[in-house]
């Protein structure tokens, strides 16, 4: 017990703590004043992140690789999920993301980027010695078209695009030809006159907003340049905690979410936006590691999908909060409000640090993939990924 | 590393040797580089480019509100208030508050509670939107009812308020219309300068008479507040305050009640005519204080600040007597016989002639030309000297002292000096009344006449010039000045209507002294053969004033019948004005006046009488009796 202990990752913990804890403090500089005890969405946060940290440390000690047995069972769960979220989800805000079951809600895409990782990584080192055949790029790109279609659905075009920065992160390293990963590329390049035709207004709209913030300032530009003028107001050191007129006179608008970044912008300056990217280039990075030490196929493309999910989400965030990238109401994993977010973000880390304890002389070392595969009904037994 | 291409992760042995570590690796690098991409442009955001959007933080919080100064009042000589700023509710609109979305709605709501036209509001709504912190008004004197309605209702009408702003109510209106003039909306041709002067576009400013002529300094300077608001507009708290530099108030020259007395009094003369229309300036000989100045018809300031009728509108616009003019000031006409002191004074100066010089008058000057100038009396005046050709106006003895006379060698005094004179006089340019659209009227010369009219000058000209017919134009309140120039010794004087200004505490925040515009070159006992003149044409039985002889002071005086181009009457006469101008008492005179009656005929039967009218109410302070009532009446329709 104590050698696994020894061999957890500091690093992605105290980067995970770090970041959690950002949010924390941002979420405490917009909460209600007179919200206390648990109805303060930070304290909410601490504590929650708390649970899911303590569980994340738990699953260090499970061997990652009973996650090759689930994967089944658990992409079908999802895909049921998000196929159920569209027929009776709640609708909020033109789109059917969500369940909501008493005080608890349940966002279905959330989960199912964890339940895709695991599935593409079983998918792909199952078959990593015919990663280079057109047919298993093709097959593997349809596995991940069920989610992202679904999810596109909804609709919330963002998080089907993590979908399939996720698929070709995991696709690339597994080992698919370059041609084979470029030409859906140059084809998605090529199609995009006749999606702009077939596109809804929204999409179209975030695109020229995108590019010109200032065409219309009051209207869909607004968030945009508001996230622009927060961040650029922090300056060097930011306002301070609980300063700064844009986001605590509500000009900056979802920025307990989609735009916490540019608030933290606002408050901590330069120093903070910079300590932020920080840790998430060391997270990532540490999940790379993590991938390129791992014992076995699996646990590298579990590692790597996990590194490309937290790569291009927070990407995609920051990037839309400094207006490098358009508005995909991506949020910031681990620092944005959002439970489901948090909660699947520490499962990852939890993952990374069982692939990182689970990597070398194990008591698994000898065993083959074989063995694995077969003890898996064992040790889908024992874990707790079921809840 | 091996090759990424290979494929190496084989069970059991080959355990250690997994695919992709490469291609990971360039993964590795790709997120480091987007970070990175991220890193510069924070640092371009938070450090190069951070005072910009400070600068618009600051400007997104910051909303200033101007605080508009009350209009300065205007007070008569006796601090009677003439205007008073009534209380009226406005519709105010910040556009920035004004989401894009809710504007139809919010319109068609605010078409109906304030009456106003939903294509009007809409104007306005996008002239707001140019400069979108900046409040602008949606509708001006709404209802009280509407007014809380609007403030009940405030959520479906996001960044409109109703404020409470004013709006002139002229206590005299009636009676003072051409002098304190009214407000109005900016004429969109000159929002612009007014702009420069820190005046919004939907503000009234003056338009006409005292209101527009001091609309700087009884405006004010706009107050501003600064208010700290959040996204959805509402005010925190305040930032800054500065509070408005409140209009300054005017006081007059002239008393409201002799005002409202003179004006009943040339209102009831004009009665007795069909085409009523007169003008009457009387003022102070010493000072050029404005003691009352009517222009009939005139018309109430009321209406437009109340908002006019548009039938009541359409009348004063279409009455072919202008009333919307003040003639006083504005107006241009011969003066024919009151100008005759100016060639008399010319050639007394001059010494074309003596004062006792006496020149025959047989009712008629032929020139060799063929052409024949007639006086007004066929018989003629037979020999007169300069006091009884200005007491009996006789034209053939002003012909000969100003354009000569080739039978008995007389030189006149010329053109060129007439003119000089007439200038020195006043005429032929402003006299700098503190009014708007103020005539300098024309003193015509030779060049004058070759430039506009490509004709030359001949001898004739220089005839009528002397008797104020053909191409002089005067108004009514240089004549006066100029008579009050005579009767006050030669000073020509700057006419006063503002006598000063008073800062919101009421103490004198600046004082308008009388001016002397210029000082006539007549010597003094020439003056004195003038004014000698003057007196006889009232008070001598063969003089042409009688009927301005006052019964309580002694009036000096002349009339002037000054014939204009229109339709000839039955005995072939051209239409003429009646003039009457002069002073009084005629020794250390109080008032100086014009009366002009438009299309009045001769100046001695409908203008002198409206002259002894005033003189006696300024003397003694009651109305004289109705003209019909005085035993020297004499029907309009009287013509000589």
């Avoid at chain 1, 079951?101 to 078959?127: C, H, N, T």
């Avoid at chain 1, 084979?180 to 999409?203: C, G, N, R, S």
């Avoid at chain 1, 219309?216 to 301070?240: C, E, K, M, T």
Wanted: with cysteine; hydrophobic share 45%; net charge neutral.
């Amino acid at each position: 017990m104590l050698v696994r202990l020894a061999r957890i990752e500091w690093a992605t913990i105290i980067s995970t703590i770090a970041l959690v804890a950002f949010g924390v403090l941002m979420l405490s500089t917009t909460a209600e004043p007179d919200s206390t005890g648990l109805e303060n969405q930070a304290v909410q946060k601490a504590v929650l992140g708390a649970v899911g940290l303590a569980f994340a440390f738990a699953m260090a000690q499970v061997d990652y690789r009973v996650l090759h047995g689930l994967a089944g069972p658990v992409f079908l769960l999802g895909v049921l999920a998000l196929i159920l979220v569209l027929l009776v989800g709640d609708f909020d805000l033109g789109a059917r993301r969500w369940f909501e079951l008493g005080p608890i809600v349940i966002q279905p895409s959330e989960f199912m980027k964890l339940a895709a990782i695991v599935a593409f990584a079983k998918y792909l080192s199952d078959r990593s010695d015919s990663t280079r055949l057109l047919r298993t790029v093709m097959v593997g790109l349809g596995l991940m078209l069920i989610p992202a279609s679904l999810v596109f659905l909804q609709p919330d075009l963002g998080t089907a695009l993590i979908f399939s920065a996720i698929w070709m992160a995991m696709v690339f390293v597994a080992g698919a030809r370059w041609w084979h990963l470029l030409t859906p590329i140059v084809i998605a390049l090529a199609a995009f006159p006749f999606a702009w035709f077939f596109a809804q207004d929204y999409m179209r709209q975030r695109f020229v907003t995108f590019l010109d913030p200032g065409s219309d300032p009051l209207g869909a530009g607004y968030n945009v340049l508001q996230a622009r003028i927060s961040i650029g107001s922090g300056g060097w050191f930011g306002h301070g905690l609980g300063q700064g007129s844009q986001s605590q006179l509500e000009f900056l608008r979802v920025r307990d979410t989609d735009f916490i970044f540019a608030m933290l912008g606002e408050q901590l300056g330069l120093a903070g936006t910079m300590g932020l990217l920080a840790f998430f280039t060391l997270l990532i990075v540490q999940a790379l590691v993590i991938g390129l030490r791992a014992r076995d196929m699996f646990g590298r493309l579990l590692a790597i999908g996990i590194a490309a999910m937290l790569f291009s989400q927070s990407f995609v965030n920051i990037g839309m909060n400094v207006g490098l990238m358009p508005v995909t109401g991506i949020t910031l994993p681990l620092v944005s409000l959002g439970k489901n977010s948090l909660l699947v973000t520490l499962l990852s880390v939890g993952i990374l640090l069982s692939i990182h304890s689970h990597r070398g002389a194990a008591p698994f070392r000898q065993q083959s993939m074989h063995v694995v595969r077969g003890s898996l009904p064992a040790a889908g037994s024992r874990g707790g990924l079921g809840r | 590393m091996e090759a990424h291409s290979r494929p190496t992760a084989r069970t059991g042995a080959g355990q250690r040797r997994i695919s992709g570590t490469r291609r990971a690796l360039l993964l590795g690098g790709a997120a480091l580089a987007g970070n990175a991409a991220l890193a510069g442009r924070l640092w371009q955001l938070q450090v190069v480019e951070s005072d910009t959007y400070r600068e618009q933080a600051a400007h997104n919080r910051a909303r200033t509100r101007p605080i508009q100064p009350l209009r300065g009042l205007i007070y008569d000589r006796n601090r009677e208030p003439l205007v008073a700023n009534a209380p009226v509710f406005s519709v105010w609109l910040a556009p920035a508050d004004l989401p894009p979305e809710r504007e139809g709605p919010a319109m068609a709501n605010l078409a109906v509670l304030t009456g106003e036209r939903l294509e009007d509001l809409r104007f306005k709504l996008s002239q707001a939107r140019l400069a979108p912190d900046t409040p602008a008004r949606l509708a001006r004197a709404v209802p009280r009812e509407s007014a809380l309605t609007i403030e009940e209702r405030r959520q479906e009408l996001p960044g409109i308020s109703v404020r409470t702003s004013t709006r002139r109510e002229y206590a005299h209106g009636d009676v003072l219309g051409h002098i304190l003039g009214f407000t109005g909306p900016i004429p969109a041709e000159e929002v612009e300068a007014y702009r420069q002067q820190g005046v919004r576009f939907d503000e009234d400013i003056g338009l006409a008479g005292i209101e527009r002529s001091l609309q700087t300094r009884l405006r004010g300077r706009d107050g501003e507040q600064r208010l700290e608001t959040d996204a959805f507009g509402r005010a925190l708290h305040e930032l800054s305050f500065t509070p408005p530099q409140v209009g300054q108030h005017a006081v007059l020259t002239i008393a409201v009640n002799e005002q409202q007395a003179i004006r009943e009094i040339l209102a009831r003369h004009l009665a007795l005519r069909e085409r009523g229309a007169g003008a009457v300036v009387v003022l102070r000989p010493d000072s050029g204080d404005i003691v009352a100045m009517v222009s009939l018809p005139d018309y109430d300031s009321n209406i437009f600040t109340r908002g006019a009728s548009s039938e009541s509108f359409a009348l004063l616009v279409s009455d072919p007597r202008r009333p919307l003019i003040n003639h006083a000031i504005s107006g241009l006409y011969p003066p024919g016989s009151t100008y005759k002191v100016i060639a008399a004074s010319g050639a007394l100066e001059a010494g074309v002639v003596l004062p006792q010089s006496k020149i025959h008058c047989d009712g008629r000057l032929i020139l060799p030309s063929g052409w024949a100038f007639d006086d007004w009396l066929p018989q003629g005046h037979g020999f007169v000297d300069l006091q009884r050709a200005i007491a009996e106006s006789c034209n053939i003895y002003f012909y000969n002292v100003s354009g000569g006379n080739p039978y008995t060698q007389l030189q006149g005094l010329g053109n060129r000096r007439l003119a000089e004179f007439e200038r020195s006089f006043g005429f032929g340019e402003r006299t700098g009344i503190d009014l708007p659209g103020e005539a300098s009227g024309l003193v015509p010369t030779s060049e004058w006449k070759n430039r506009n009219l490509q004709q030359p000058w001949v001898t004739g000209d220089t005839y009528h010039a002397a008797i104020g017919q053909g191409l002089v134009q005067v108004t009514p309140l240089q004549i006066a000045s100029m008579y009050a120039a005579i009767g006050n010794g030669g000073r020509v004087m700057r006419p006063r209507l503002v006598d000063r200004l008073l800062d919101q505490h009421g103490k004198v925040a600046e004082r308008f002294p009388p001016r002397v515009r210029s000082i006539l070159p007549v010597s003094d006992t020439n003056l004195r053969l003038l004014q000698a003149g003057l007196y006889r044409a009232v008070n001598e039985p063969q003089g042409t004033g009688p009927r301005a002889r006052s019964s309580h002071t002694v009036v000096a005086g002349k009339t002037g019948t000054a014939e204009y181009s229109g339709a000839r009457d039955a005995e072939g006469r051209l239409p003429s004005h009646a003039w009457f101008a002069g002073y009084a008492p005629a020794e250390q005179p109080e008032y100086g006046f014009a009366v002009l009656v438009r299309d009045g005929g001769e100046g001695s039967f409908a203008a002198a009488p409206i002259a002894r009218d005033i003189v006696d109410y300024l003397m003694t302070g009651d109305m004289p009796p109705l003209p019909q009532e005085r035993p020297d009446f004499i029907s309009p329709d009287h013509r000589l």
